[in-house]
């Protein structure tokens, strides 16, 4: 193979030529120069890896994978040959292909800086932080002179939870004299990133000396203010501590993490004080007068809120409920408020002052202060009081849209969502530039079950250019998706359900994938601390509540569709005649099979339409109505999919393990059936779906007979340990 490999003089310069192309992305100059070699060695494996290489990023990939394919048969230990077949699966993001190929190309050349490199940032994507260590550190060892290298491990380190390891490679930088900087921006962010692993190692006392060393170098004042606030509190140096988060309030007195930071400090006895003190100073911080709210009570609760809730009233504040709800948690607060709005609303009725004095509050003052009884009171789902109260409130204004809008949430509340999605439209028609009660206005017409016109209305604020539908998954709208699938699914038509809900998903992979080109990035500009803390927030990117509603419709469609298979399969030939059976199978087999012709068609239409357009710059969708997702064959398997990752974030939440169940009992896979329910017992054992699905799983154990004695051996002790629970 190395004779083989060898080329003479003059094509071995143009060949390291190819590899420049590369690099600077003269694609086609470099497809020329391969060409040229290949006239010459038309079997030589680098140069036809690189040559599918060129054609693959000149978007021709099948041919470029054929090429690629060519070349390693043709030389099976060259490491060139095995980046490239990698380099082309991580374009695909095939990204569990891509981490083989680079570890077949370290065999045959384990010292490749760019090999290390490129597998360094697929195991980081991959979260294999265990092999990142040891690659990071063999990345280290072959050029201990390039400082990015040197903040690779420490990052490593810092992932395996050894954020002490990640320190000594920082020392270790610091005392061979490499220079990691270039900038005052650089210097500051690589010392505040020493402090944050000496912050993980959990000693506090050498952090807070580390930050006292460094304060010159940072640039970043108000983070370096917070952590010396933190490191001396968590030290137990109080007073230095208080004195540090009054230095950090001074100077943004709308923080409320430093305002409760201080009271902690203070304790609960002196938090009036403290309060009162800093409202004296700051009188403008809406965050300190709420915490004054929040730790009043009685009397003092009483004269304040009514404070507050004149001034929002006058002014005609809409997000005033919000504000005050937050108190609603305490009984006794919660009357206080009621009884105070009711009475300025009396008062207001009959001589235009809220009753504390004889001055005349403008129009508006009532307008607010029923608009404020509404929202109350569909706080309480008291729904008659408050339709009551927002139709007095447009009797008095006809022309303010949050009116409506909020006369539409009440009457979704009540279940009419025809009417609410009417009232909603109204809404929109006050104020068609307003982008929010435009999306508010469709999503209720979704609720309501006009997807079309719902879209319509929303393409009033997308481009012209495209498709709405087609724009708006283009801005990941996730909530367009979660509505029009639960649309969907209510009219069974779950092919276009599962569309939706997958798109959505698909969001969250462009969402990982994103992340991508930041693994070198970010250490070539040392933002080190964001790096590592956009890692841990991708990691539990899917415990948004958009993407548990999403996996919640996908597992419902699915499920549907996975018994009305069963159903399908569970031919009933009672009373018929073995001829009436052998036609009735010959039917159901031909509308299977033109069914499936059918879709074979679609599909066949769809990319003809699509090659036809191929230089067209609008995306082509080849499976509108879902039907790839409809007639697949193994749909409880596809509903996982959704659950596994959930089942990972949030390994104790009910509902999780819930969807969980669902799927594993149908499966039969009883164990995992039982492990979801033992989980779902610790949080709501006494909800009738739970005693539903234990009864479940009991009758399915008990129904099947084949079942291993040793499983049900261990359901049957679990479901025990599960009945008794519950007495």
Known sequence: MANKRELPPKEAAVFRNLLKNYETRQYKKGLKLAEGILKKFPEHGETLALKGLFLNNLEKKEEGYEYVKKGLRQDLTSHICWHVYGLLHRADKNYEEAAKCYANALKFNKNDLNILRDYAILQTQMRQYDALVETRTRLLENKPQNPPFWLGLAIAYQLVNEPENGVKVLDSLAESNIVATTNAFETSELAMYHNMLLEETGDYQKALDHLMQIEKQVTDKRNWKEKHAMYLVKLGRKEEGEKAYRLLVSENPHHVGYLKELL????????????????????????????????????????????????????????????????????????????????????????????????????????????????????????????????????????????????????????????????????????????????????????????????????????????????????????????????????????????????????????????????????????????????????????????????????????????????????????????????????????????QQEQEAKKAQAKEDASKNKHDKKPTDLDPEGDSYLHTENPLEDALQFVKPLELISPDSAEVNALGFDIYIRQQKYLLAAKALYKISKVEKSSPSFKSRLESLEKAVKDHKDLDSKIKEIVDIKLSELKKSLN
Not at 334 to 358: A, C, P, W
């Open 264 to 595: 902690d400090l203070k304790g609960t006895d002196e938090a009036g004080a403290l309060l009162a003190e800093l409202f004296a100073q700051y009188p403008r911080s809406k965050a300190i007068g709420n915490l004054i709210l929040e730790y009043a009570h009685g009397d003092s609760f009483k004269m304040k809120a009514e404070a507050a809730l004149q001034n929002g009233l006058r002014k005609g504040i809409p997000s005033l409920f919000s504000s005050m709800k937050k108190f609603y948690h305490d009984s006794e607060k919660q009357s206080m408020i009621e009884e105070i709005v009711l009475r300025y609303y009396n008062s207001l009725e009959k001589s235009h002052t809220f009753g504390v004095d004889s001055v005349k509050e403008p129009p508006t003052a009532l307008l607010w202060t029923m608009y404020y009884l509404a929202k109350h009171y569909d706080y309480h789902r008291q729904l008659d009081k408050a339709l009551e109260f927002i139709d007095k409130a447009i009797d008095h204004t006809p022309t303010v849209v949050e009116l409506y809008m909020t006369k539409g949430r009440i009457l979704k509340h009540a279940g009419k969502i025809e009417e609410a999605s009417q009232v909603m439209n109204t809404a929109r028609e006050l104020d068609l530039q307003d982008r929010f009660i435009n999306s508010k206005s469709a999503k209720y017409m979704i609720r309501a079950g006009k997807v079309e016109e719902a879209e319509q209305i929303l393409g009033l604020f997308t481009r012209k250019d495209c498709n709405t539908l087609q724009d708006l998954i283009d801005m990941q709208g996730q909530w367009l998706m979660v509505e029009e699938g639960d649309a969907f699914l209510k009219k069974k038509n779950y092919g276009k359900a599962l569309k939706r809900f997958h798109t959505l998903e698909k969001f969250y992979v462009d969402f990982f994938d994103d992340q991508f080109d930041f693994h070198s990035y970010c250490l070539r500009k040392l933002t080190l601390r964001a790096y590592v803390s956009a890692l841990r927030w991708e990691d539990k990117i899917r415990a948004h509540p958009y993407y548990l509603k999403a996996a919640k419709g996908a597992v419902q469609a699915y499920i549907a569709l996975s018994d009305k298979s069963l159903e399908k399969d569970e031919f009933d030939g009672t009373n018929m005649t073995e001829a009436d059976k052998k036609k009735a199978r010959n039917k159901a087999r031909k509308a299977a099979m033109k069914a």
